[in-house]
């Protein structure tokens, strides 16, 4: 991941429907969300919501498949996974044991 990707990608998650989205995304591994689901379960209209869906696919962190009338959306979690990585890659200057407790707090939810 570069600069332009990894700003972009946090510009898509600074909006709270945006991040809204995107957390429901990933506790809905692996099967996803409809868009109309995603949209009842925040309260959003759907077209604001497809903007929204829009904008976070643009930035790599969803993916849509169309099953049959709907479109199915789903975290992409590569994206996550490569933002994550972007953003700790340097972290405590090589001092593995100083990113311990970061990694320690990750290990179980993962």
Do not use: W
């Amino acid at each position: 991941m570069d600069n332009d990707s990894a700003v972009s990608a946090l510009g898509a998650l600074a909006q709270g429907t945006r991040l809204d989205v995107f957390r429901l995304l990933v506790g809905h591994e692996p099967a996803g969300l409809a868009a109309g689901e995603i949209a009842r379960r925040l309260d959003v209209p759907q077209n604001t919501m497809s903007a929204h869906l829009g904008i976070l696919a643009r930035a790599g962190l969803v993916r849509s498949e169309r099953h049959s009338r709907s479109i199915v959306y789903r975290a992409d979690l590569d994206g996550l996974r490569a933002l994550t990585l972007f953003l700790v890659k340097d972290c405590c200057g090589g001092r593995a044991e100083l990113c311990a407790p970061l990694v320690a707090e990750l290990t179980p939810c993962c």
